[in-house]
T-cell receptor
Framework: GAGVSQTPSNKVTEKGKYVELRCDPI?????LYWYRQSLGQGPEFLIY????????DSGLPNDRFFAVRPEGSVSTLKIQRTERGDSAVYLC??????????????FGEGSRLTVL | LAKTTQPISMDSYEGQEVNITCSHN???????ITWYQQFPSQGPRFIIQ???TKVTNEVASLFIPADRKSSTLSLPRVSLSDTAVYYC????????????FGSGTRLLVRP
């Protein structure tokens, strides 16, 4: 597809379980971002990839959260030992990045995570 | 990154012009001003971006005074489908740029 694709769109899990959320960015976009959005709040920055490397992971809340982008395209956000407070919509975005960065990010529709 | 302040909510009626003002008193010389729109159950969508004076596109206009300490997003003749949350963001256009969202302005357009 032409846009950013995120799977699954909905995920319900139990406290303590492991979760993976996938993001397929727009082809040719070198920059990829993960955000988390709680109800009634703006998106909260988690991590930013430029190519395969995490250029800024300062938004990851703790070491239970980890993200990879091994080939510079698809990215996976991994959450270990999930807690109820992790429930949120996880948004992925991509952009041209690097010297072509215009500040225009293209967001997916998000993955809604519910931890019971 | 410069912090932004914008109204929590605004109400309007169909056909009216809506102006949403954002304050960014500590904006840096190399910072740009960007506005995003978000509908329920969707990711944010880029609306407009500017550095100074006025920028206009098919969706909106962005007015930035000379001191750049504030900016105003103008939506002409809103319709019900413009009901959304609007975010004002400020940051540099370099390779390290990351968007920092605030709580946004919830615009409700009534019939």
């Amino acid at each position: 597809g032409a846009g950013v694709s995120q799977t699954p769109s909905n995920k319900v899990t139990e406290k303590g379980k492991y979760v993976e959320l996938r993001c397929d960015p727009i082809s040719g976009h070198t920059a990829l971002y993960w955000y988390r959005q709680s109800l009634g709040q703006g998106p909260e920055f988690l991590i930013y990839f430029q190519g395969t490397g995490a250029a800024d992971d300062s938004g990851l809340p703790n070491d239970r959260f980890f993200a990879v982008r091994p080939e510079g395209s698809v990215s996976t956000l991994k959450i270990q030992r999930t807690e109820r407070g992790d429930s949120a919509v996880y948004l992925c975005a991509s952009s041209l990045g690097g010297n072509a960065n215009t500040g225009e990010l293209f967001f997916g529709e998000g993955s809604r995570l519910t931890v019971l | 990154l410069a912090k932004t302040t914008q109204p929590i909510s605004m109400d309007s009626y169909e056909g009216q012009e809506v102006n949403i003002t954002c304050s960014h008193n500590n904006i840096a010389t190399n910072d740009y001003i960007t506005w995003y729109q978000q509908f329920p159950s969707q990711g944010p969508r880029f609306i407009i971006q500017g550095y100074k004076t006025k920028v206009t596109n098919e969706v909106a206009s962005l007015f930035i005074p000379a001191d750049r300490k504030s900016s105003t997003l103008s939506l002409p003749r809103v319709s019900l489908s413009d009901t959304a949350v609007y975010y004002c963001l400020v940051g540099p256009m370099d390779s390290s740029y990351k968007l920092i969202f605030g709580s946004g302005t919830r615009l409700l357009v009534r019939p």
